[in-house]
């Protein structure tokens, strides 16, 4: 069995009070937790994947106006939040980031491939918006699992994971076992 940690959006602009989407404290509540989580990983070796948000001008949700410009290509805004950094610091070889530009990170990116090619039968996700990023993605994932990779085991860490709005949190937490079968712990 094969274990891998997908962190979702975790950016300073999603996570930091003054990104520019920021979840709000809720986002930084969750930096301790998600980073002794991402230690744990480190120690153990296993697979950690980076799911981030990479946007220009051009891409739908910042030129139709649905988001403010977030996640920009080359800004800081868009880099992973420095709590988690530097817990990744010399772990390089068991560390992937894929660039997203849509709301489910498996949408446009090697991540199910990546899945497939590392063997990996338990998948625990942490990131932001509980109700948006990290509830698309954990839909693709149970679409993955259904349909070519039914050993996949979906967690959820209620404590790794946030929203600026609070009951599509508490929504999506209630969601997950009940509609994607996924663990919450």
């Not at 153990?44 to 948000?53: E, V």
């Not at 509830?135 to 349909?147: E, H, I, P």
């Amino acid at each position: 069995m094969a274990r891998a940690l997908l962190l979702v959006d975790l950016s300073k602009d999603f996570v930091y009070l003054d990104g520019a989407l920021t979840c709000g404290a809720a986002g930084t509540n969750i930096i301790p937790y998600c980073r002794s989580l991402v230690q744990a990983f480190v120690t153990a070796g296993d697979l950690i994947i980076d799911a981030r948000d990479a946007h220009d001008a051009d891409d739908y949700e910042i030129a139709s106006g649905l988001f403010p410009p977030h996640n920009m290509i080359g800004t800081p805004g868009a880099d992973l939040i420095d709590e988690l950094q530097s817990e990744l610091s010399g772990s390089e070889s068991h560390y992937v980031y894929l660039a997203k530009k849509h709301y489910n990170a498996a949408y446009d990116t090697d991540l199910l491939k990546m899945i497939e090619h590392h063997k990996v039968t338990e998948l625990h996700v942490i990131g932001v918006c509980t109700d948006i990023c990290v509830r698309y993605t954990v839909s693709a994932l149970y679409d993955f699992k259904t349909a070519k990779w039914p050993d996949l085991r979906i967690v959820v860490h209620k404590d790794g994971v946030a929203s600026f709005n609070p009951v599509g949190h508490s929504d999506s937490l209630q969601h997950f076992p009940s509609v994607f079968g996924a663990e919450v712990v």
